[in-house]
């Protein structure tokens, strides 16, 4: 019953981004390098993970963000989920020719529940709470929840060699409105929905290179995307 609720949800959610009217040039494409990594303490149910996302509003050089994350994880036994409670530092730049930058501590947990249908399709729910202090704000929280589905295209798996196809859709909604000094943000905070195609080099280390489209109340922008995904 679950898979197949789930199999009816993932076009949803993938047709959940909607086109914004844009203030902050949405035709000028920004782009996103970054660095995924997560180790296990040998045979142990622990372990740590983390990433690295350098985010321009155009191709690199007007900074976007900085994001620089990482977590303690834990996997229980016979179950198909893995729990991080993690800490973020987020350096933010305006866009265009401002060389101001704010910042942001942010503590986060999360759950990831990975599954399988059929023979190709790889599903992955990832539920994220966060609790931000932003720079000249009031404390803030956030729920965000992401579906990933990976398919590969020349194998049944995604071990060393496999192409596939990488496909999200992830939304997230604000804990608080008010952010303090009478200023408010709306209820719902952003969509992202991201399409790649990914290329497995080892069978613990993957590259993709996609685009993803980034839609708030205000904008709606989009954004290339180069990853790289090292377990190790």
Do not use: C
Request: glycine share 10%; hydrophobic share 35%; charged share 20%.
């Amino acid at each position: 019953m679950f898979k197949k609720h789930t199999l009816i949800l993932i076009p949803f959610l993938f047709l959940l981004n909607i086109s914004a009217s844009a203030q902050v040039d949405g035709d000028k494409t920004g782009a996103w390098y970054m660095y995924f990594w997560n180790t296990t303490f040998g045979d142990s149910q622990w372990g740590i993970q983390g990433d690295v996302q350098y985010r321009n509003w155009n191709l690199g050089g007007d900074l976007e963000q900085l994001l620089i994350r990482g977590g303690l994880t834990y996997a229980p036994e016979n179950a198909d989920v893995k729990f991080t409670l993690g800490y973020g530092n987020i350096t933010s730049g305006e866009f265009g020719d401002s060389n101001e930058t704010s910042g942001e501590s942010r503590i986060y947990q999360e759950a990831l529940l990975p599954h399988q249908v059929g023979s190709r399709f790889y599903l992955t729910h990832r539920f994220r709470y966060e609790q931000r202090w932003v720079e000249n704000q009031d404390f803030r929280t956030r729920y965000r929840y992401n579906i990933f589905l990976n398919v590969p295209i020349n194998q049944n798996n995604l071990s060393k060699n496999a192409i596939y196809l990488a496909l999200y859709n992830e939304i997230f909604i604000n804990g608080e409105r008010e952010i303090g000094d009478g200023r408010n943000v709306e209820l719902f905070d952003r969509n992202r929905f991201y399409s790649a195609l990914g290329y497995a080099i080892k069978d613990n280390l993957r590259v993709q290179a996609g685009y993803m489209i980034q839609t708030t109340n205000a904008i709606s922008k989009g954004q290339i995307q180069l990853s790289l995904h090292h377990t190790f």
